[in-house]
């Protein structure tokens, strides 16, 4: 009963706060300033993205979780962009083959339960040269210490951010899924703890 109040009333309004802040949001902006057409966004979440969407025919907002999605009404109602909710997991899209110009993954990928599964399916969307942007923390390369730690505390982090996993590796499970990186930039993220801090901007392409 105490974990279902958590994840309903706390998780949300904690996510929504965490993913505002300032570094994150200037990535977001980055990635998602030359995005057009009509777009898929894996885990929509609180609507948080919405402002950075500049040429965007029609949005499909794919967030599972409806104790999240209701956090993002007012940006939702703030927004021009003509918006359809996919109340669906990304492991099961509800698109036809080969229909969306981008999709959009901002720190989303971590909590998926089975990411080649989902990867299948943004491959299975995406037109033929269609994009899918990526920002999202990543295994550390580079400190063994932290990557290592990384590991230790996956567990408990899936169970209080639903889902999510600190050593998941991006660029290969990009790579194993026959994606091609046409770009690809590693960063460390201010005001994020050092466990979650390095990560990965990248556009990739079906090879």
């Known amino acids: 009963m105490l974990y ?19 570094s994150l949001m200037d990535k977001r902006r980055e990635l998602l300033l030359p995005v057009a057409g009509e ?22 907002a794919l967030e599972p979780n409806q104790d999240i999605f209701k956090l993002a009404a007012n940006r939702i109602f703030a927004s021009n962009i003509a918006l359809q909710h996919l109340h669906a997991s ?27 599964h989902v990867l ?37 982090q899936r169970c209080l951010a639903d889902g999510c996993r600190l050593n998941r590796n991006i660029e290969l499970a990009l790579s194993k899924a026959g994606f091609q990186l046409s770009q690809y930039d590693y960063f460390y993220a201010e005001g994020i703890p050092k466990i979650g801090q390095q990560m990965l901007l990248a556009r990739v392409q079906k090879k």
């Not at 958590?6 to 998780?11: A, D, H, S």
């Not at 777009?39 to 499909?60: D, H, M, S």
Request: contains cysteine; charged residues 15%; positive net charge.
């Open 120 to 156: 299948k399916e943004i491959k299975r969307v995406l037109k033929p040269n269609g994009t899918l942007h990526v920002v999202e923390h990543v295994l550390n390369t580079e400190n063994k210490k932290v990557r290592q730690l990384q590991h230790l505390i996956t567990p408990i």
């Open 4 to 22: 279902q109040f958590y994840q309903q009333q706390v998780f949300p309004h904690l996510l929504n706060q965490v993913m505002q802040t300032a």
């Open 90 to 116: 990304a492991e099961r899209i509800p698109l036809a083959d080969h229909s969306i110009d981008h999709v959009v993954s901002t720190w989303t990928l971590c909590s998926v339960q089975r990411l080649d």
């Open 39 to 60: 777009v898929l966004e894996i885990g929509f979440g609180t609507g948080i993205n919405l402002p950075f969407y500049q040429n965007v025919a029609r949005l499909y």
